[in-house]
């Protein structure tokens, strides 16, 4: 019988596990595509129905200021590595090659620690030898390595060539027909049922929501029938993987995992503006970009929490935290072995537990070609900005963009001529950033 009210529609500061008699929790870290920085019902989306990424900030700790970087292959390098996008190694989307081969992956400390690791999704670290999953700390695969693929077919049909791919482990394996979403699913289920008990799991769920080809479910078409377009697509396809999510904690309910696991949830980029996504329907409130960007629109992201009985349950926290910040955060949290771990992440765990904390950053980088930004405090200096907007259409501010996001959260004011001092503050932290590429990392 369920003990705690999940959707489906188809303050403990850890001081380490021995002194509660406890052992470590598992992990599932679930990264949605493409997603907007307020396209949750629990981000202010009044037009999306998600009652299970809701009730899931309701049983955790939101973010209202996370970040990652504006474009797929980055944004994981970083959460991979923890590491900032030009420390990783990796500032655009990658192809055969990917994160570089030297480079520390979350799961390669996990599993060290004795955790039994698995991916399931997409990839989009590299494709090549050496490059995917199974070589990057994970014990099992099963997903798409590219950027995207049809749910159905599992081909990828955009740009050319047109290649089929999905895999499980080294293996290439044809499902045509099976919805992908839904069979990723299904493998976490079989993962989970069939591992060891022994030994806690760390599951990375990247799930390929909601990014092009946006093809719902039929029921979640029907729902949304009254919205305009391309919001009603883009809305189904969030719907649809909403109910996933309510479809897996239900699963974890009924295995008794509730409580011995830690969910986390982000998206890995800003909405898509792109024709082969109706040319939108994601939404940043007034938040200027989107994907491809470096203003808020682009790099702010919906992140969650959470851990049943030992976290917050229903809490906002407002301080600017990022994605590099969970390779450190689950090494805190899992008790495995901090030693010689090179990351620009920090732990979250004092905030998560407190909201008084500070925040664990003063200073936040970002790189995408030949954009790069330096976020201090609510200062943000950009170089050579994008301004994303509907149907694949960028305007291009070349040199210096100075934004206050406490002034101007919409990013619509320039501040550099009346900040010269903010601005050279920033440059000099920007030029130190790039000196220390590459030593030590």
Known sequence: MLTRKFIATAGICMAGFAAYGQDRPNVILIYTDDQGSLDAGCYGAEDLFTPNIDALAADGVRFTQFYAAPVSSASRAALMTGQFTLHAGLTANAGEKGLPLGKETIADRMRAGGYQTACIGKWHLGSGSGYTPNSRGFDYFWGFLGGCIDSYSHFYYWGGPNVHDLWENGREIYMPGRFFAGESLSHIRSFIKGRDED???????????PHYPLQPGEKWLEYYHDLPSPRNMYAAFVSTFDELLGELRVFLESEGLTDDTVIIFQSDNGHSNEVRTFGSGGYCGDYRGGKFSLFEGGIRVPAII??????????VRDQMAANVDWFPTLVDLCDVEAENMDTDGKSLVPLITDGDS?????????????????????WKLIHDAQDVKPNDKTDIIEGLFLSNLSLDPAERTDFKDSHPKVVEKLLRIREEYEKSQGHGR
């Open 358 to 378: 500070q925040a664990p950053h003063d200073t936040l980088h970002f790189d995408f070609l030949d954009q790069w930004a330096v976020r201090c405090g609510d």
């Open 199 to 209: 030994r806690p799991f760390f599951l990375y769920w990247a799930v390929n929501i």
């Open 306 to 315: 959470s851990w049943p009985g030992h976290f917050p349950e229903g809490e």
